[in-house]
């Protein structure tokens, strides 16, 4: 359906590679949906111009040139620049129905049931499992839940100081009200979850539909040697499964690089 | 209400002492339903006799020695011998409905409401949040349900090789069938929790009902200065919030122990 689309952010280029795998990962899975995503001033004109090949739509959102709510609520909460950033996808009003997906996600399976559900819903967050994550929720495109989210911000803050927190505690009947709201674990399964609990990790996992490298290490911050297929860092102090974090350098070394590099020409860049 | 019952078990001393700690926090909060502790054949008769003065039921359980159901599944799966024990509070028929409660939990507000609750409810597994933790969980007693779940567990085992990964699979739309049988995280609020996601627990801690300090290092695997008030031992390396075992111990030692000092007389007990 055109008027719905899935929807990233990335205010980096660190964050933009992930978002070029995010949605070659998509594609892979033969979404039927648009492909949105923002990005933030600092993104370089290169990875812009890759972006636009893998997505529909590559919007600029430029909080603090926006001269509307959003920048009144960013003078009050300098802190809070990325988070402002991430609740622009409100605005996307010519779609009718989207899902956010953080950059740091990866899709293993196609997904488009998830438009069968409405706003909010999301997956629980393992560490606190009354909160969902943040990382993948679906929601409805409106300007007047976008002003009330922005006066939520500004008035109560986060309490964890990101998106989450302010989410949570805006839709903040989600772990009681409604219980298709709450989407499968498998929508959003972040890989802490391995480690804290194993036999439910291979009892339930290889039904994993999004992975989320939530935390500190992302995807990017390792290297990967493509010849011989291996990734390389202190995989064993992060909390991401090897081959998960596999799966992601084999579609960023194989689909993302080429393009890359094809843009970046004789200059350097830092796959 | 006298055909409802609060159930915990206990298969040695050192559970036993958790499930006195656990039965005074319950009268100490003032609940208005029966409690009973399951025992194993090897609890003290010292402990029994102390787990007499608190609970009103205190019952006998020996899967080896039951010559029935329970003790050919136990023939079969020898490894789930504690699951099966833990499996038998859904024979106590003269109960309505229950609430079953790990040894290692501690009430610390009233929780006679969650018997406005339905079997099978539970609160999320903050490792893997598709699965309920099986610490806490509100049932109905019935032979028929007994019976179906000792053929279940002969069948399919455990995927977790203990009650929890049993009960999940057999109650297996916890998740996604009824949102009344989710229960609040507060009431089975592991301290795991508090370490993966502190701004929450900052957030939401506070309204904490149940305290479950579940993993390796059980509140009676530290030592108590009573006079200094202060807990010793590698409470760091624990995942377990010092201000909750504090009030464990405080209990522990202001009231179970003098009870058992009385039951044990001359004879040391390692408190
Ligand atoms: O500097 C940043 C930080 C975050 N993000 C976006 O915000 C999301 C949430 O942040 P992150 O994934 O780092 O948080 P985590 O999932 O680890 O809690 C990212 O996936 C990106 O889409 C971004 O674009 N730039
Ligand atoms: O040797 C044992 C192990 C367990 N239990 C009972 O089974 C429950 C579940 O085990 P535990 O709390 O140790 O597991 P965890 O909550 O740490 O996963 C305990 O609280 C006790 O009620 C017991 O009586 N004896
Ligand atoms: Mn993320
Ligand atoms: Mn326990």
């Not at 008027?3 to 992930?18: E, I, R």
Request: glycine share 6%; hydrophobic share 40%.
């Amino acid at each position: 359906m055109a008027d719905q689309a899935f929807v990233t952010l990335a205010t980096n280029d660190n964050y933009a590679k992930g978002a070029m795998v995010l949605g070659r990962s998509l594609r892979n899975h033969k979404t039927s949906k648009k492909l949105v995503a923002l990005i933030g001033p600092h993104v370089s004109e290169q990875s812009r111009a890759v972006l636009h090949m893998i997505y529909d739509e590559v919007r600029l959102v430029d909080v603090l040139d926006s001269g509307d709510m959003a920048h009144l609520a960013m003078m009050k909460r300098p802190d809070l620049g990325v988070t402002f950033t991430k609740l622009h996808c409100w605005t996307l009003t010519h779609y009718s129905k989207c899902v956010f997906m953080d950059a740091d996600t990866l899709v293993v399976s196609n997904i488009d049931e998830l438009f069968d559900r409405e706003e909010l819903s999301a997956a629980p967050d393992p560490g606190w499992p009354d909160c969902f994550n943040s990382g993948v929720f679906v929601f409805h495109p409106s300007n007047e839940t976008y002003g009330k989210l922005l006066q939520h911000c500004t008035e109560h803050g986060s309490f964890d100081g990101g998106d989450q927190g302010a989410l949570n505690s805006f839709f903040s009947d989600w772990a009681t009200a409604d219980i298709r709201k709450r989407l499968p674990f498998i929508y959003n399964m972040s890989s802490i979850a391995i480690y804290t609990y194993l036999p439910a990790f291979k009892q339930y996992g290889a039904n994993a539909k999004v992975v989320h490298f939530l935390g500190n290490t992302k995807p990017w911050s390792y290297t990967y040697d493509p010849k011989q297929r291996v990734v390389r860092g202190d995989i064993q102090e992060a909390s991401t499964h090897p081959g998960f974090l596999l799966e992601w350098w084999t579609l960023y070394s194989s689909c993302v690089v080429p393009m890359l590099q094809k843009e970046y020409g004789e200059q350097p860049f830092h796959s």
